[in-house]
């Protein structure tokens, strides 16, 4: 198992297949978006060398993301693959859920175990006007046959102050009533695309849950506090479901983290909100054996920031949201 230079474990590999979307989300990305030529994104060959190398390292976990991961399309043969590595023990996907509504069960059968889908809004208008051109009837078709294939479900929420953080995040978290799912609200991060928009706009987790227990009482505490990958966990009292909290501007939980992103471009992302990357692409494109590139991946993986340093004002200058792989 890898250890960064902090001893911390890093077993959880996330993979943007595409910088590429067909949403256009306010707080992730302009309306007129340009996106990388297909030559500089890891092609299948490539992504198919890296992933066992990957799992050889020590690595156990991986989710497929993006842009919309769901655009690629070898998808299913790539989680075909990441699911059949020895020592791969969980392949999930983070999706706009737009294309589920057909992928998700040859997605299941391909060995895909959880699907994280956004959703900012169960309301029509609020959700066009967060995602600029979407249709919340298709994410709601895509959920379903999530569920019907099995897949366990998490929803991602980014409330942005003043459009969804009220009646909006109350109906979401609502529907951990009736449903086993994960409801998570994920703090609004500023990346140099969205700066100003991220600190006129955030709405905070303490603010948040206040308001959650305004509507519904006190939330129970899940796992006695202890963090569900990157969320903290509460029960609304009865729910099937829970609700998780991802708060990295205002309770960051660097200490914990144990993840490294391989984005679309092919570079090892060290931490989202950071710009220190390592270039796998050039050591694949000028030959670089197995092992030489095994060594490159510990190597990055050793100087792996402690943590953001968004309190210092250091806001990630070289990509998006999108062109990492949140
Ligand atoms: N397109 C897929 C989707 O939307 O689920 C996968 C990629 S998207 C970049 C991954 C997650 O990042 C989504 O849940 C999205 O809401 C979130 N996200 C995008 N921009 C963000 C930002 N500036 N701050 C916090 N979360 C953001
Ligand atoms: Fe696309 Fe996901 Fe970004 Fe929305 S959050 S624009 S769906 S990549």
Known sequence: MPLDQYQREINYLRVSLTDACNLRCVYCMPEHMAFRRPAELLNDAELFRLIPLFARLGFNK??????????????????????????????????????????????????????????????????????????????LEGLAAAEEAGLRIKLNAVPTRGVNDRDDAVALASLTLTHDWQVRFIELMPFANNAGFQTENIVREDELRAHMETSFGPL??????????????????????????????????????????????????????????????????????????????????????????????????SRGMSEIGG
């Open 62 to 139: 991986i989710r497929f993301t993006g842009g919309e991961p769901t655009l690629r399309r070898s998808l299913v043969e790539l989680v075909r693959h990441a699911a059949n590595q020895p020592g791969i023990r969980q392949v999930g996907l983070t999706t706009n859920a737009l294309l589920l509504d057909q992928l998700a069960r040859p997605l299941a059968e391909a060995g895909l175990a959880t699907v994280n889908v956004s959703l900012d809004s169960l309301d029509p208008e609020r959700f066009r006007q967060l995602t600029r051109w979407g249709n919340v009837r298709d994410v």
């Open 220 to 317: 129970e505490s899940v796992n006695e506090g202890r963090l569900d990958g990157e969320a903290r966990v509460f029960r609304i009292p009865g729910a099937r479901g829970t609700l998780g909290f991802i708060s990295p501007v205002s309770r960051p939980f660097c200490a914990a983290c144990n993840r490294v992103r391989l984005t679309a471009d092919g570079r090892l992302r060290l931490c989202l909100l950071r710009d220190d990357e390592g270039d796998l692409r050039e050591r694949l494109r000028q030959g670089a054996t197995d092992d030489e590139l095994e060594t490159s991946i510990r190597a990055a993986i050793h100087r792996k920031p402690w943590g953001h340093d968004l309190a210092g004002d250091r806001i990630p200058a």
